[in-house]
Antibody
Framework: QVQLVQSGAEVKKPGASVKLSCKASGYTFTVYAIHWVRQAPGQRPEWMGWINSATGNTKYAQDLQGRITITRDTSATTGYMELSSLTSEDTAVYYC????????????WGQGTLVTVSS | DIQMTQSPSSLSASVGDRVTITCRASQGIRNDLGWYQQKPGKAPKRLIYAASSLQSGVPSRFSGSGSGTEFTLTISSLQPEDFTTYYCLQYHNESYTFGQGTKLEIK
């Protein structure tokens, strides 16, 4: 069965960086894109960016450009999201999700990783 | 960017009621829209894709309709486990935006 398993919770200080992972299983990794979405407490989810798992091509949300890097390791069937220059506004649950064409858009999600940014 | 306006933001209803949630897009998005259910502390779960296609394993009391700029999610007969939060997500032309969410509460 399709599974996306994310890395564990992180606590970071302002100005630091965080790198999260998303381990995929149960499907051919390079066929489907991986998206990253975050959700601050009590807020709607916010799309952050995605990676074409086959080519490594990426697209990022405009307001995160320059701070976000999404990569993947095809041999490990794992996607990664690194966010730098963290502030308290980056405190959120971060999710990875699969898919970039019908009927597979955002069909499977990871369990989420809580990132807390606090001095 | 495409904006999604979801309404209502909250809704009180009873078990067995029929409810409808609406999302309006700021520009036409064909049928590039999904509906998600999110329970506290959990990832969103897809209910509907391509505006009106039911995700495998999702009960048939959930249905979606619409195209262009106006979309609806209908729950035909609310069950106790349906009282949670719902989001729409548009994915038109490599742009991805969620609605503000609708919190469904027991009356």
């Amino acid at each position: 069965q399709v599974q996306l398993v994310q890395s564990g919770a992180e606590v970071k200080k302002p100005g630091a960086s965080v790198k999260l992972s998303c381990k995929a299983s149960g499907y051919t990794f390079t066929v489907y894109a991986i998206h990253w979405v975050r959700q601050a407490p009590g807020q709607r989810p916010e799309w952050m960016g995605w990676i074409n798992s086959a080519t490594g091509n990426t697209k990022y949300a405009q307001d995160l450009q320059g701070r976000i890097t999404i990569t993947r390791d095809t041999s490990a069937t794992t996607g990664y999201m690194e966010l730098s220059s963290l502030t308290s506004e980056d405190t959120a649950v971060y999710y990875c999700a699969r898919g970039n064409w019908e009927p597979y858009y955002f069909d499977y999600w990871g369990q989420g990783t809580l990132v807390t940014v606090s001095s | 960017d495409i904006q999604m306006t979801q309404s209502p933001s909250s809704l009180s209803a009873s078990v067995g009621d029929r409810v409808t949630i609406t999302c309006r897009a700021s520009q036409g998005i064909r049928n590039d829209l999904g509906w998600y259910q999110q329970k506290p502390g959990k990832a969103p779960k897809r209910l509907i894709y391509a505006a009106s296609s039911l995700q495998s394993g999702v009960p048939s009391r959930f249905s979606g309709s619409g195209s262009g700029t106006e979309f609806t999610l209908t729950i035909s007969s609310l069950q106790p486990e349906d009282f949670t939060t719902y989001y729409c997500l548009q994915y038109h032309n490599e742009s991805y935006t969620f609605g503000q969410g609708t919190k469904l509460e027991i009356k």
